[in-house]
């Protein structure tokens, strides 16, 4: 068996994935004598238009020495405070699911239960009106948490342009000494004996040889499915909207820092509040629309078209039965994929990043490592995905060949089960991989119309009238602080001067 | 009446808090001691020991943890035990005690401790505690269980009394032969005594011939292992032994010869039967502590566990609709909490290089449950140690046993290189010499005990 240290990484890919991977781990393995190439595919393009982060995600730039003016003022990012969801539970629902905490425990018992508790005493209340994030997107404000401590603390991600952030990240990994080779993989050098990837042949006639190999070619999946034969577990039954056209507006639609996702009968709009446009895609499935169709309503939906072509793209919902295996680790679309509906697919990617780094094998290729690598990675996925399922079922109402299709579908056994648990007693089901956190869970059952038939017993412990007081002062507040925040757009001006 | 293990967990602090019960009212209650973790002798092989501390081993640097450093340290031959990086490991062994503190740049915060107790001294405690809070207490038997037509659940217990006690959610602490879970509903039991082969525990209190341990000794025997549980004034000697390689007069034997203090009471035995009810919720009736299952008296995993169960079935507590949903999400994560603690404890049988008895040939070559033994060779091979967040034992606790069983990694985390050779050795030697001082400078461990329950009555 090998010994000792790896001595290389080559990343196959191109796009944003491979480029993150290399600045990551550049930038982690510093101090290392490993050699970081990266193998660029000529027909390598960047699948989606845009990137967005979750909150969580931000913390992986730290170790890029990237911060968020950086951020903004190299790749025009814009903040983002949550999801808005446009007609999904009905023509004219308009709402919004915000990142971070809402109000706040009572004792033992988590917020919601508050909520749930006026629901089912026939109140009107909203979980979003006790949400500083959710209260700031609504009024299309924004300020930094950090630097004003007067102000209630939201919790922010930010949408990118990809290609800007592509060069953003091969800039930082080239400069921290990662090599670059171009060309086509013609075919890969098997080791006989223990079936790993000792080299790459290229079309030029040239070889790449490494340690280990990052398969970061997308969907495509050239290393991880082409050369090792690992299967693709498919969810697009479940999320069926594969294909995408993506367009620019040349106005701004929102002017509120979220992100919005708005069904329609054949499959839902993405649309992204940028500076002063607004990115567009449209999501739907070839199976029942026809790309002329599909370009149709997004000349209608959009109205104000930008110059820019339409661009369309193809991905499939799902995962690969296994993300490492052998010598090779795959990660972003060549792992997996959903549907972004609540798009966490860049935070996907950099937590993959993050664990393989943890993760990081010697020459001896520890086997219980691809194990524990796989079960966070797919479980992380699948978390993922249910939460975009939830949405899929607010709008299982609409009588279309696209919706009925979905309704049709039988929900997995992990959503189910938390859904009855929700429905049943109001409780969040938490995974150990979640991207979304408590509060955000609870905001998406109750925006799929799951309202629970039972709260919390333990609430009734608690001083009713006592607390209703405290979260009617607590949103006066909240209130009051946000509306002397600054509009996110003259905050963003104020921020590239 | 079964008692239940003799030592709080580090966990307790925050159930004690939760449920409104004053820790130093407990410990003076109880007759209670400071406990930093415990002595594992003979284990791995014998002459050797290491501890268990409650507490962190050194210092993660650059996001790689202490482990793979100290396992780096090894390769160039310094031979400086895991046990000189744990402030609480080094300060149990001096014998000495001080709380930690909240601030994280101090070296007092890298610990936590649990507490010895008296066991029988506990329950009147919390009978107290509970009876002051208005529980009504029924000394009665149970002579039938009467269960509803329509769904099976408990409608009410009948009383030898002639009383007939309702209840919409009934709470089995029955024990092992869990009269309402297993003898009602017949729920049915996980047998785990192939992984966990000790099934009888013969227990003597002592004098104390010295001033209290800040931790308790488990010794390995041939056929089990001695545990020595120091109160204050008493020790609590312990024989936890498998009764299918040896016998009852044997296992005497073997705890009388090893005492040091004068005998107080006799031995007495308790058999028990390591394993899991199939459902520690079962339609209106949640099995707690031993009706619920059982790991035996190591590493306190049974306090542990109850403790567990309580916090959970608060969080999950029921309305009277008792949504099914709910009962299996309680199930799942108890079930959870419960394997983990199992593997933990299989881990000091099973990693052995003991081959002096039928027992220890019997554990070392026995197979165990596939996520320990994806633990096992993880560590074994890189020095990973898998974790999820909430599980019973912390990732220090892990490294501590899986180093001191001897697995030790034929790997170190690659990313340890990242820090020159000479700058780690500086690193870890100061870590060492600033350990070492923040020992000598607390108080002893009688001297801690004194003072502490003075200050309450001062306050």
Redesign the interface.
């Known amino acids: 068996m090998s010994e000792g ?2 001595s290389s990484i080559a990343i196959v890919g191109g796009d944003i994935s491979a480029w993150a991977a290399a600045a990551w781990l550049a930038n ?5 004598n490993i050699t970081i190439s990266v193998l660029e595919l000529p027909d390598m393009v960047n699948a989606e238009p845009m990137q967005y982060t979750v909150p969580e995600t931000l913390q992986f730039f730290e170790p890029l020495g990237i911060d968020d003016t950086c951020l903004i003022n190299r790749t025009g990012a814009t903040y983002r405070l949550g999801t808005g969801l446009h007609r999904l539970q009905s023509e004219d629902e308009h709402r919004i699911l915000p990142f971070g905490n809402t109000g706040a425990d009572i004792g ?1 018992v988590h917020f919601h239960h508050f909520i749930t508790q006026a629901l089912l005493r026939g109140e009107k209340r909203n979980l979003n009106d006790h949400s500083p994030t959710a209260i700031a997107a609504r009024a299309g404000k924004f300020c930094d948490p950090s630097s004003n401590p007067n102000m209630p603390a939201l919790s922010y991600g930010l949408s990118f342009n990809t290609e800007k952030l592509t060069r953003l990240l091969s800039d930082n990994a080239t400069i921290n000494g990662v090599g670059i080779v171009r060309g086509r993989i013609d075919s890969a050098q098997l080791n006989p004996d223990d079936g790993r990837i000792e080299s790459l042949l290229l079309e030029s006639g040239a070889s790449l040889a490494a340690d280990l190999f990052v398969d970061c070619s997308g969907e495509d999946a050239l290393l991880i499915g082409n050369t090792l034969e690992v299967e693709f577990v498919d969810w697009s039954e479940l999320l069926p909207a594969s294909r995408s056209i993506a367009a620019t507006a040349k106005t701004d639609h929102h002017n509120i820092p979220v992100h919005h996702c708005t069904a329609t009968d054949d499959g839902w709009f993405l649309s992204t509040p940028l500076q002063h446009r607004t990115a567009c895609q449209f999501r739907y499935s070839p199976e029942y629309t026809s790309d002329d169709v599909a370009a149709t309503q997004v000349e209608r939906f959009v109205g104000d078209l930008g110059p820019e072509a339409l661009a369309l793209s193809n991905l499939r919902s799902g995962h690969r039965q296994s993300m490492w295996r052998k010598n090779c680790v795959a990660l972003g679309a060549a792992a997996g994929w959903v549907e972004p509906l609540d798009i966490s697919n860049f935070h996907f990617l950099m937590s993959g990043l993050s664990r393989l ?6 020459l ?1 290729m ?4 691809a ?2 690598f796989d079960r966070a990675m797919i479980e992380e996925l699948t978390c993922v995905r249910d939460f975009g399922l939830l949405h899929y079922h607010s709008a299982r109402w609409r009588d279309t060949p696209f919706w009925n299709a979905a309704r049709e579908c039988e929900m997995p056994d992990s959503l189910q ?1 938390r859904i ?2 929700f ?3 109001g ?1 969040v ?1 938490l995974e ?1 991989h979640e991207t979304f956190r408590r509060d955000t869970w609870a905001a998406a059952y109750l925006a799929a119309g799951i309202t629970p ?2 709260y ?3 609430l009734d412990s608690a001083d009713d009238a006592q607390v209703q007081q405290h979260f009617a002062n607590m949103r006066r507040a909240i209130q009051g602080a946000v509306r002397l925040m600054p509009n996110h757009r003259d905050y963003l001006a104020q921020l590239r001067n | 009446m079964a008692t239940l293990g003799e030592a709080s967990t580090p966990a307790s602090h925050k159930f004690n808090h ?1 449920f409104g019960i004053d820790e130093r009212e407990l410990m003076r209650a109880t007759k209670a001691t400071f406990k930093f973790g415990t002595e594992l002798e003979d284990w791995h092989v014998i002459g050797d020991s290491y501890m268990h501390p409650s507490g962190r081993f050194g210092q993660d640097i650059n996001g790689v943890s202490f482990h793979h450093y100290w396992l780096k340290q090894r390769l160039s031959d310094n031979t400086t035990p895991f046990d000189a990086y744990s402030l609480a490991a080094v300060a149990a062994k001096r014998g000495r005690f001080k709380h930690p503190v909240d601030d994280g740049r101090s070296v007092y915060s890298t610990y936590s401790y649990a507490v010895h107790l008296d066991a029988t001294l506990h329950v009147s405690f919390l009978r107290d505690t509970a009876e002051g809070l208005g529980v009504q207490q029924i000394e009665d038997e149970v002579v039938d269980v009467h269960l509803r037509g329509q769904d099976g659940s408990i409608d009410s217990v009948e009383l030898k009394g002639g009383a007939r006690i309702d209840g919409e959610l009934f709470i089995d602490c029955s024990g092992a032969r869990g009269l309402l879970i297993e003898g009602a509903l017949k729920t049915g039991y996980e047998d785990w005594r192939g992984w966990l082969p000790c099934d009888a525990a013969l227990t003597v209190k002592t004098e104390s011939t010295d001033d209290p341990l800040p931790y308790t000794r488990a010794t390995a025997s041939r056929a089990g292992w001695l545990s020595r549980v120091p109160l204050q004034n008493r020790v609590s000697n312990c024989h936890v032994y498998s009764s299918a390689y040896v016998g009852e007069d044997a296992a005497a034997d073997t705890l009388l010869s090893s005492l040091e203090g004068k005998m107080l009471t006799e031995p007495e035995l308790r058999q028990f039967a390591p394993g899991k009810r199939l459902k520690l919720w079962h339609r209106n009736c949640v099995a707690i502590g031993a009706s619920g299952g059982c790991l035996g008296p190591l590493e306190s995993t049974d306090m542990l566990l109850l403790q567990a169960a309580i916090t959970k079935l ?6 009277a ?1 008792f ?4 009962t ?2 309680y199930n799942r994560e108890l079930d959870t909490l419960y394997s983990e603690a199992r593997d933990f404890a299989v881990l000091h049988f099973k990693a052995t290089q003991r081959n002096d008895s039928n027992f220890w040939d019997y554990c070392r070559e026995m197979s165990v449950p596939d996520e320990l033994a ?1 633990r096992m ?2 560590f074994a ?2 020095g ?1 140690v ?1 974790h ?2 909430g599980e019973p034992f912390d990732e220090s606790s892990w490294i501590a046993v899986l180093l001191g069983q001897g697995i030790i990694p ?2 170190y ?3 340890a ?3 020159p050779e000479e700058e780690m050795q500086q690193h870890l030697s100061r870590m060492r010499e600033h350990i070492g001082q923040a020992a000598v400078a607390l108080p002893s461990h009688r001297q801690a005990i004194s003072e502490y329950f003075e200050s309450g009555t001062a306050a």
Not at chain 1, 366 to 369: S, T
Not at chain 2, 314 to 319: Q, W
Not at chain 2, 323 to 326: H, I
């Open positions: 240290p790896i982690r393995l510093k101090g290392l033992y780094t943890t993760l990081l094998p010697t001896a520890q086997e219980g490592l194990t524990v089960r009855e648990l429905a049943g007693s409780r089901w150990e038939r039972a919390d017993p333990l | 939760r608060v969080e999950f507590f029921p309305d609709d949504p099914a949903a709910n299996a999400a994806l060779q993880l091979s890189r990973v898998p999820r967040r034929a790997d985390d690659p990313r290189d990242c820090m």
